[in-house]
């Protein structure tokens, strides 16, 4: 089919790391603003992020398999990428029903509210929540098909206009609004931000069915379609991921929240939430490498680029990681603000958690090229099975943290320690091995290119650590040094070509 071609590489990188920037600075900013406000509104974001998260299970699942089956669909007649298209679609309006159906099945927990948030106001953010899910499930089609198709400049634009509404909706409050209380600032907050967030899915659908030779009728898409035969096959695996991580990340700040209140929400929510922003910051390598895998034909160049992302990705990962460790406790101080150090957040605990978190942190993210490799040919089944059953583990010991329901530290430590070892195994054991079966070689090429960065960082850290209070914040203009040597062609070559 024709249409612009996809852009180059280098293009795709910078524009995935200029979108996270954004994304990063404006999670930083909104957890700042909310909890200046009160920090039972932060805790009653953070309890609809994890909502969210298993709300959303349909259209993670949609956004996964998107990827191959438009990705296969590029190279064909317009005919066949206009039947891929409408596949999609259809799954994408079945996204959005498992979406409003989810949100309403967890009303439940909105109870007798959460703190000083009442459960009149915190589920109208709910209802303002699956809003946004649904309409973003409905937008699914036409994102991802200005991904597949190399836009991958309109993509991040589009999402970082996603994230930007939430701040724009914090600002809003917090200037017109004169001192508000929380059930007054949590409505307001989720009401302005779902109107902003629903006009960007209608302005990603407008643009993406004016830009991509994709979205044009296509013919009758019947049952025995190969499209609908692969999208089957392709969901059965990408679901057993989606729970996985969703088990992984979600389930632990539901049940501190079910077990604990509001000082559960708060300290693991804060501590996943800090490991996320903080491992999604490393994500620009990886995010559109599915897409580029999914056109390639030949598995020698899908293994040349598997090895360049393995390399880059754990450069980008374990620096920030490694140093997230050593200055936890002073980033969360200046992070959450005086409002909320002056109450009942206990930073240490947090830091502590986010300690623990990121030794698994660091596993799923140099293990993210080698899912993306895996997904973009088709081959979810090669790992989904280990992951999900890894999950289940996690979901276990969760349920002996509700059962026995030990201190407050006891639990997020038993949460966090099962989060990383269970990490390890399935993310640094299973996934390479499962790469080197789909494309030739060995495992011990990617450990080896994977460890290298990080026992760099991890010496650093560790010299640092001698030094008193303030100085170890010299671990980061070393370690951007120490970052840009690594980029050097002949020191990146050397790895690589090595491994």
Known sequence: ??????????????????????????????????GGIDADMLAAYLLIVAITGFAQIGKIVLQESAVPILGASWAGPPTRAADAV???????????????????????????????????PLRIAMACAAIQLVASSLATPALYGLLVSGRVIAFNLALTAERLAELGAILL?????????????????YVVATIIYCAVQALVV???????????????????????????????????????????????????????GPAGTLALGMAFLMMAYTRQATMGLVIGLDASISRMRHAAEASRLLRQSTYLQAV?????????????????????????????VRVELIAWAVRLLIVGAYARAVSEPWMKLLNGRGAVGDYAPALFFGALLNAGVLGAVLFWQPS???????????????????HLWVLPRAVARRLGGTAGRLWGIAIAPLALASALAVMCLWLPG?????????????MAAMMHPAVRAGFVDKA
């Not at 407050?408 to 399935?426: C, D, K, Q, R």
């Open 316 to 344: 980008f990962a374990a620096f920030p990681l490694v140093g997230l460790w050593l200055l936890a406790e002073p980033l969360l101080q200046i992070w959450l603000g005086p409002a909320l150090l002056g109450g009942d």
């Open 408 to 426: 407050l530290g006891m639990a997020i430590a038993m949460i966090t320690s099962a989060f990383s070892a269970i990490h390890l195994v399935v």
């Open 470 to 482: 303030s100085a170890q914040w010299i671990y980061v203009p070393v370690a951007m040094v120490l």
């Open 206 to 260: 407008l643009a993406g069915r004016k830009t991509s030779p994709q979205h044009q009728e296509s013919s009758s898409v019947g049952s025995g379609h190969p499209d609908l035969a692969l999208l089957r096959n392709l969901v059965g695996y990408n679901l057993l991921i989606v729970v996985g991580f969703l088990l992984h990340l979600r389930l632990g700040t539901l049940a501190a929240t079910f077990a604990y």
């Open 86 to 120: 409408a596949t999609v679609r259809r799954a994408a309006v079945l996204a959005a029903l498992i979406g409003g159906l989810g949100f309403a099945a967890f009303t439940m927990f909105a109870g007798p509210g959460l703190g000083e948030i009442a459960s009149g």
């Open 173 to 189: 409050v917090v200037w017109l609004v004169t001192d508000p209380d929380p059930n007054t600032g949590l409505v307001a907050f």
């Open 1 to 34: 089919m024709t249409g612009p071609a996809p852009i180059s590489e280098r293009a795709r990188i910078l524009s995935n790391y200029g979108r996270l920037a954004v994304t990063f600075a404006s999670g930083l900013l909104i957890i700042r603003l909310l």
